[in-house]
């Protein structure tokens, strides 16, 4: 469906939107993002992206984004891919039974568009770790090296600001040996210069921006997808982990098989859409066949 947003001074308004068209529960914390937080009014959560402050509230027939007209217009449109149309995805996905029953079980997930470095620097912050854990290492980094915004809260810290810091202020984020991945990469993605821009990367394609990713500290081929596909460059990415693995043995492959082969597979099943696929198929498992 085309969304139809509504746009007034402190505020916009999604009409006609029911959680099965945008679910913002499913898309908070499915694990993609880590700056949005659940308040205690039912279906409200609060966050942060590109420097900015917002609070949206869901109810079954339409979505609320305390915002202005101009930064509606400057980020969170983009930010929550309303300009997408997800049951043209949807339907595209449904030939497959399997991915039928998952998107019925997740209808409402979306693929944010986050900012560049603060996904790569998030996700090189995830490795062997949790969504509880990263969220918070997260939030330090901010505190420690974002710029303050109303409220007391940070932006997330700029490229110049992480890759000047010293590895001791960094550590006190207290994420371990990923602390020495994040300084070491944002030295490395500071020395890039203008190359290191998602249009350019968008231009360049899958295989020769996750190449460029790759070169940095602390990204091996799931946080090169997960970069690639959460900052919007290309909905090819398909992040494989051992979780993921198991799911798609479990569901499609019957056989006990290597990562790099699942990864393989499930971007030669599912082609562009494959980022998408791996979202509906990764929440479908976490909540109903592979729990135990």
């Not at 490795?127 to 974002?146: A, M």
């Not at 915004?149 to 207290?174: L, Q």
């Not at 940095?216 to 990415?237: E, Q, R, T, Y």
Request: charged share 30%; aromatic share 12%.
């Amino acid at each position: 469906m085309k969304i139809k947003p509504v746009l007034y001074d402190d505020y916009v308004i999604l009409e006609n939107v029911s959680p099965d068209d945008i679910s913002i529960k499913d898309t908070f914390e499915c694990g993609q993002c880590f700056r949005w937080e659940k308040l205690e009014d039912e279906g409200s959560y609060f966050g942060i992206a590109h420097g900015k402050r917002l609070v949206v509230q869901q109810t079954q027939t339409h979505i609320k984004m305390f915002c202005n007209k101009q930064d509606f217009s400057d980020i969170w449109n983009d930010y929550f891919d309303l300009r997408v149309d997800y049951d043209e995805i949807k339907e595209k996905l449904r030939k497959d039974d399997i991915m039928n029953k998952a998107i019925s079980s997740s209808p409402g997930i979306r693929l944010l568009n986050q900012e560049l470095f603060e996904t790569t620097i998030s996700f090189i912050t995830s490795s062997n770790s949790n969504i509880k854990r990263i969220t918070k290492n997260i939030k330090d980094l901010c505190r420690l090296l974002g710029e303050p915004i109303s409220g007391g809260y940070y932006a997330f810290p700029t490229i110049k600001a992480v890759s000047e810091a010293d590895i001791c202020t960094i550590n006190e984020c207290k994420a371990g040996f990923r602390c020495d991945y994040i300084q070491s990469s944002a030295i490395m993605i500071k020395a890039m210069s203008e190359s290191f821009d998602k249009k350019r990367y968008v231009k360049l394609g899958y295989d020769e921006t996750k190449k460029e990713l790759m070169k940095l500290k602390g990204v091996g081929h799931k946080v090169a997808d997960c970069i690639i596909l959460f900052s919007g460059i290309s909905s090819s990415a398909f992040p494989t982990d051992v979780w993921v693995k198991r799911i798609m043995q479990d569901l499609y492959i019957k056989k006990d098989v290597s990562i790099d082969y699942v990864l393989k597979y499930g971007q030669e099943k599912f082609g562009n859409l494959a980022g998408y696929a791996q979202q509906y198929l990764f929440h479908y498992a976490r909540s109903n066949t592979l729990k135990n």
